[in-house]
């Protein structure tokens, strides 16, 4: 069987409300009941994910971050155990929000290893902040990949989500998202950088989206020319109105 086509609804610090928050994910329900060729990871703010439950198997339950450490005295944190008890299946880590306040790379790969660790399903998210010539950018993503990755092994990375968001795109409309020859490009380096690392053959299995300025004109080109598994989408998932066309764009794709 074809392997869904998979969206990530990255809801950030919206919406203000949990009655808002319920009520989007009960439109998404619906959307999803005529869909067979997605699943949509939702992604609320932590305070929404107790409000949140779905009975359909194509719709799944994510977290935007999580502590590094299992458990113990971290204030203000939110562990692993308990997200799982929530029935959170996904966790955001190293999204570029997240790395503007402070998460470092070496954290990046202790919440990396301890989603892992607790039979979670990371989605890892890497992208430069500007373009150059030289590749400068090149060597970046290469070493946000390594250094996420570092001490994880071959089964564990291709159970992860690895989410390719250039900063300079994140929150722009889709007329400044990266063009899909570009992504098809860094869909490339991508495989090569866990080619090199893991071999040939984990690097055909890994999970591959794009982010950053996804809506619904740009959504099914950039994974059908892109080359991408799926989409990390953020402002578009906000509403029913711009998240539906793209969950039926993807779904639309043979
Ligand atoms: P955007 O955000 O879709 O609003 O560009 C994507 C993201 O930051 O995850």
């Known amino acids: 069987m074809k392997p869904k086509k998979i969206i990530i609804a990255n809801w950030k610090m919206h919406p203000d409300t949990g009655s808002e928050a319920?009520?989007?994910?009960?439109d998404i329900s619906k959307v999803m009941k005529s869909v067979s060729g997605v699943e949509i990871i939702i992604a609320p703010s932590f305070v929404h994910i107790p409000l949140?439950?779905?009975?359909?198997?194509?719709?799944?339950l994510g977290a935007q971050d999580v502590c590094s450490e299992e458990k113990g005295s971290y204030t203000g944190e939110i562990s692993v155990t308990q997200l799982k008890k929530m029935s959170v299946s996904h966790v955001i880590v190293g999204h570029s929000e997240k790395r503007l306040l402070g998460d470092t790379d070496?954290?990046?790969?202790?919440?990396?290893?301890?989603?892992?660790?607790?039979?979670?399903?990371?989605?890892?998210?890497?992208?430069?902040?500007?373009r150059d010539t030289q590749g400068i950018y090149l060597a970046f993503l290469q070493n946000q990949l390594k250094s996420a990755f570092t001490g994880v092994s071959r089964a564990d990375v291709i159970r992860s989500i690895i989410a390719y968001e250039p900063v300079w795109a994140i929150g722009k409309s889709a007329e400044d998202a990266m063009k899909p020859q570009d992504i098809h490009e860094i869909v490339l380096f991508i495989q090569k950088?866990?080619?090199?690392?893991?071999?040939?053959?984990?690097?055909?299995?890994?999970?591959?989206?794009?982010?950053?300025?996804?809506?619904?004109?740009n959504a099914e080109i950039i994974v059908r020319e892109g080359n991408v598994d799926g989409l990390l989408v953020g402002?578009?998932?906000l509403s029913i109105k711009t998240l539906h066309p793209i969950i039926s764009a993807l779904d639309s794709i043979k």
């Not at 949140?52 to 799944?60: E, H, P, V």
């Not at 954290?107 to 500007?130: D, F, Q």
Request: aromatic residues 6%; glycine residues 6%; charged residues 25%.
């Open 235 to 237: 402002h578009a998932s």
């Open 22 to 26: 319920k009520k989007l994910s009960q």
């Open 52 to 60: 949140l439950s779905f009975s359909s198997k194509k719709i799944f």
């Open 106 to 130: 070496e954290l990046i790969n202790r919440k990396v290893k301890t989603v892992l660790k607790a039979k979670l399903t990371p989605i890892l998210c890497i992208g430069e902040k500007t």
């Open 193 to 217: 950088v866990i080619s090199e690392i893991y071999g040939r053959d984990v690097s055909k299995k890994i999970t591959l989206l794009y982010g950053g300025a996804v809506e619904a004109q």
